[in-house]
């Protein structure tokens, strides 16, 4: 690889990233707005048109306020504990297929960090390091509601890993690889002469819902928000975090989310495919120029994953949080059983499909 | 020739922060250690090319055993733990872990399995088809058996940590409900 | 190794784009400690007994099964992966095997919720 190679590369890499990152700024501003949008308030319009700078205000404010270390706490674990919670969150992207390729001076780059092998098993593999972030913070704030806090959020992550793991592996067994780019590329074109585009979830409507589902407890969104309960816990783990330190957190559940999103949209929404519009077709009308249809193809991606998190900010704002035995019930007794039979529905389904 | 390298970084990265889970004397520190220790493990497969290996292991052993571990940690009232000694020293570590070492290399050896170059070799770790078609064919009764041995794993860890018994015998235990017990 | 340098790199990216964040917020914010800002936080209420406090074993347990059907889980993903193709070259040996491993898992999950293991009080 030359030194150019190499750049570009680095460049990519840190521009995907940054597409991600960017994702906290613009929510911070989305969740206010639609929860006054919803709720019928204003809500943040003073700085900027439509209160736009809000979010870059709130950026500005966190950098710029005391950034305070307690007498009580573990001081070494405590300072790590946002950037433990920030590299999970910075390293599931890596598999995320945002488009297909572009070519500078004669070189191709996909526009995906890397096409892993075993893409959605690095992903679940990962995003599980997710909870050391929040035990640590929890247990290293030597405070009560941390520490509730922190195991609460680690009981139901866990508890809510093995349905996503599951619904994941009907998707898996749909579409026959574990790289997420595969699985888009077979997304293309369309079904029954037509209809409706091929995408993933109209193979496998449960699996989408158990991993909808999942995606919403495993990033403690409402209603599965019971780490960070205001009424009970104070602010659950991070009660003790001030400054940038519990920006980070946040930073760090709002990547968790979008990459959740961006995952839904490779696996069951087709990923950087319009529908009825297919790859080949798309390229001839823009005068077969592959880096125009990966800008379009990025568009396209980043127009379904802001899709999704508009979603989980409406239900955010339309849905009241579970009890904690709930919760361990719905995982446990609802959504295990059905990915399992979703599994085995879908083997049973494509052993008649393949058999014909 | 940076491979070996590599290879020998994750290596001593590996037995660096297993030391410390031995002479830690910090329960969370010396998860921390098993931790990265398993990331190095992790690390080595990559590097002798099984990445679904690879992968596994960061899903159950750090995604999963070291949780439960600092789960334990967290469970326990760590502060009388953290009191009671200073772990065993450096002097009785290094006398241990070396014996044990050079026991293995001398066992590796009248074994005649030293070789390491043929075992980064072997094709079949590396295809995570070809992995899967080996373990589904020759050794389905194997997996079949697993499927029935980790039911009765699943019956003795309930029987071990019986909820009934425990929770009755420790009064002090709080649910998670809140602080003062869950009325919440 | 071309697949995981890149990685390489985003963890880099990640954890120094977490210290610079550290670092310039202990440079930026003031610096002015006091005792009741240092204290514990517990919306005004003075502090009681350690925070260190037992738990119930019950999230043990539940940490216990988690591990166990994760790794029953993991077994689902090299035969998701290699059935379909097994399926179209007639083979329907794949199927049989996933539904009994399946019925023992179903077993050991049915096992669980008789003996009430989830009811959280």
Redesign the interface.
């Known amino acids: 690889m030359s030194a150019v190679e190499f750049s570009i590369n680095t460049l990519k890499i840190f521009l995907l990233w940054f597409s991600i990152v960017n994702v906290v700024p613009v929510m911070l501003w989305v969740e206010r707005r639609a929860a006054g949008l919803i709720q019928d308030r204003p809500g943040p319009n003073r700085v900027g048109p439509f209160g736009l700078f809000q979010a870059i205000a709130d950026v500005i404010k966190f950098f710029w306020k005391m950034d305070p270390v307690p007498k009580h706490v573990n001081r070494f674990l405590f300072l790590i504990a946002p950037i433990l919670s920030l590299i999970p969150a910075s390293l599931t992207l890596a598999a995320l297929p945002f488009a297909d390729k572009m070519v500078i001076w004669g070189r191709e780059y996909q526009l995906q960090v890397s096409d892993l092998h075993v893409g959605i098993l690095y992903m679940l593999a990962i995003g599980s390091l997710g909870a050391y972030g929040i035990l640590f913070g929890g247990w290293a704030s030597n405070n009560k509601y941390s520490l509730l806090g922190a195991l609460r959020a680690s009981a139901q992550m866990i508890s809510y890993e093995i349905p996503l793991g599951l619904a994941a592996c009907g998707a898996v067994l749909f579409f026959g690889t574990f790289s997420l780019r595969g699985m888009v590329f077979m997304q293309d074109g369309t079904l029954f002469g037509g209809l409706l585009p091929k995408w993933g979830i109209f193979f496998q409507p449960l699996g989408f819902l158990i991993f909808f589902i999942t995606s919403l407890a495993e990033t403690n969104r409402v209603p599965f928000d019971l780490p960070e309960t205001e009424g009970e816990l104070v602010a659950g783990f991070h009660t003790e975090y001030g400054s940038m330190k519990f920006a980070m957190f946040m930073m760090a559940e709002y990547m968790n989310l979008a990459t959740m999103s961006g995952l839904m949209t490779a696996m069951y929404f087709g990923g950087w495919h319009i529908p009825y519009v297919s790859d080949a077709t798309l390229l001839s009308w823009l005068g077969g120029s592959v880096n125009l249809l990966a800008i379009v193809q990025l568009g396209v991606f980043f127009f379904k994953l802001y899709t999704f998190l508009l979603i989980y900010v409406w239900i955010r704002w339309t849905l009241p949080r579970f009890r904690f035995d709930q919760l361990m019930r719905v995982a446990w007794k609802n959504l295990i059983p059905l990915s399992m039979i979703n599994l085995i529905v879908t083997a049973i389904l494509l052993y008649f499909w393949e058999m014909r | 020739m940076s ?1 070996e390298w590599l290879i020998c970084g994750a290596g001593i990265m590996t037995l660096a922060s297993a030391l410390m889970v031995v002479l830690s004397s910090n329960a ?1 520190y010396s998860a921390i250690g098993l ?1 990265i220790s398993l990331f190095g493990l992790s690390a080595l497969y ?1 590097l002798w090319g099984s ?2 290996l690879s ?2 292991q ?3 052993y ?4 070291v ?2 571990f ?10 009388r733990v953290v009191q009671t000694g200073k772990g065993p020293g450096w002097f009785t570590t290094l006398l241990v872990t070396g014996t044990g070492w050079i026991f293995s290399l001398f066992l590796l050896r009248a074994l005649n399995r030293g070789n390491f170059a043929g075992a980064i070799e072997h094709k079949a770790l590396g295809s ?2 070809v ?3 080996i ?3 020759e050794y ?1 009764w194997p ?2 058996v ?3 041995f ?2 009765a ?3 003795s ?2 029987c071990l ?1 019986r ?1 009934e018994s ?2 009755n015998s ?1 009064s ?8 003062k017990g ?1 009325r ?1 | 190794m071309d697949l995981y340098l890149p990685i390489a790199i985003l963890f880099i990216i990640g954890a120094g784009a977490g210290l610079v964040i550290i670092g310039l917020s202990s440079i930026l914010g003031p610096r002015n400690p006091q005792a009741t800002k240092l204290s514990v936080y517990e919306c005004g209420v003075t502090p009681e007994g350690s925070a260190r406090i037992p738990f119930k074993s019950r999230f043990y347990l539940i940490a216990v099964l988690f591990l166990l059907f994760d790794v029953e889980a993991v077994f689902f993903f090299p035969w998701a992966l290699v059935y379909r193709e097994s399926v179209r070259t007639g083979d329907a040996g794949l199927l049989f095997a996933m539904l009994i491993y399946m019925g023992f898992i179903a077993l050991g999950l049915v096992y669980i919720f008789r003996k009430n293991v989830l009811e959280l009080d």
Not at chain 2, 172 to 179: A, L, Q
């Open positions: 491979k969370i931790l990559l990445a679904f992968v596994i960061v899903l159950i750090a995604g999963a055993i949780v439960l600092v789960f334990v940690v967290m469970l326990l009232d760590m502060s995570i088809s992995l899967s078609k373990l589904f064919r389905l997996f079949e697993l499927s029935v980790l039911l794993v699943v019956i860890a309930y940590a909820p425990l929770d420790g002090d235990g709080v649910s998670i409900k809140g602080p869950g919440s």
